[in-house]
């Protein structure tokens, strides 16, 4: 298959773009994150409560990417905070170019939190990186506890695991403890919040890693 | 982007063993079916449910797709009915090669009805032909009204339209008229059935509209 070597040298010039990301990130003290996610699974919910918690005064910035519409850029856009939206007409997953093409027109001086919002999909985002310090996966309890089994990739390359709409779980056949050590058994390190977005019940603890994540010093020199 | 013709190439070079496929199911009188949807929308689950309802003397074979993991053919097998994994090892699709070695050692001859699980992506699948007859989407309740503008390229080209877990209907935020005028937008004349493999509420619908398309008179010739 003549496919390898050509997929091979798109992702070295997405890596190569994503260093230099990585690089203006560092300069200017930008913690960024990349939520990955089947469609669905509740990332721009868990965007907007996250948006909702922060004070005005927070510099914060979302780049939210979709295949298709301006839905996720208008709901997140009601906090107030600047939004933007990746349309990608057909393309997967965001890579390092359109997120560069995003941050056009934006002071990244201006900005302490980016959060950036891939396209619903749990296998193609997570081959790319975006320049970002960490991927977190989103990951349902309608969705079947197989799924990091299923998915290995994107659950081995995140560092948090949220899983959301804990508020169903009455009403699923979906067994918690399995669906966590099924996380552990593709990696054993990440860490793990509960979330609901309906109830709001385990908000706070995805509101304090994310704090956590903020307060860790950020490399000055690019990571290359 | 030196990306699209190598791509164009690719499909290409699909779409041609997709149609040898296609001539041997019309050779065989099979009819094959693609389905499609995200991660954990409840493919395996509808089809579970609809190897329960046949007479074991019924002529159906699986193909079953995934990433990692040998799961779903191991639920699958419990029907009795011959049923496959192909595991694609990171690929985010299924193509028509795999299809084409999936179906090697069986006797096509022996089978009237092949149904062919892809992997739980809402994007890439849509772009590949297997040679099937019809794309079906399954596409759950728990997902959000807005996902056929999201993802309108699965919805433009399955012939039917799957909206799974109606079970869960009275404990998530989705308008179900509104899921329907989306879809409809996407796709004016797609077929809609409503099914929870839960409570069995649907499925009747569902196995109407597969035994429709069972007894539809098949292409002797290969559509290519």
């Known amino acids: 298959m003549e496919r390898l070597p050509l997929e091979r040298k798109v ?8 260093a230099g990301l990585r690089e203006r990130f560092a300069e200017n003290d930008i913690l960024c994150l990349n939520l990955i996610s089947s469609p669905g699974s509740g990332k721009t919910s868990l ?6 918690s922060f004070d005005p ?3 914060v910035a979302v780049l939210t990417g979709d295949i298709q519409t301006e839905n996720d850029a208008k709901r997140l856009a009601r906090s107030g905070f600047p939004v933007k939206q990746i349309t990608t007409g057909g393309t997967c997953h965001l890579d390092a170019r359109m997120i560069e093409k995003g941050l056009a027109g934006w002071n990244l001086e201006c900005i302490d939190l980016l959060l950036i919002e891939n396209v619903g999909n749990l296998v193609c985002p997570s081959s790319y990186d975006l320049g970002e310090a960490a991927k977190v996966v989103v990951f349902s309890v309608t969705e079947g506890e197989d799924k990091p089994l299923k998915y290995p990739s994107i659950f081995f390359k995140s560092q948090l695991m949220v899983l959301n709409k804990i508020d169903l779980l009455p009403y699923v056949p979906f067994d918690v403890e399995l669906a966590v050590r099924n996380a552990r058994q593709i990696h054993r390190d990440m860490e793990i919040v509960r979330t609901s977005c309906q109830t709001r019940e385990g908000l706070g603890d995805w509101l304090s890693w994310l704090a956590r994540q903020r307060k860790k010093p950020r490399a000055a020199a690019p990571v290359s």
Chains 1, 2 share one sequence.
């Open 11 to 18: 992702l070295s010039e997405n890596d190569r773009i994503a």
């Open 47 to 52: 965007l907007e409560r996250t948006l909702e």
């Open 57 to 59: 005064s927070e510099r």
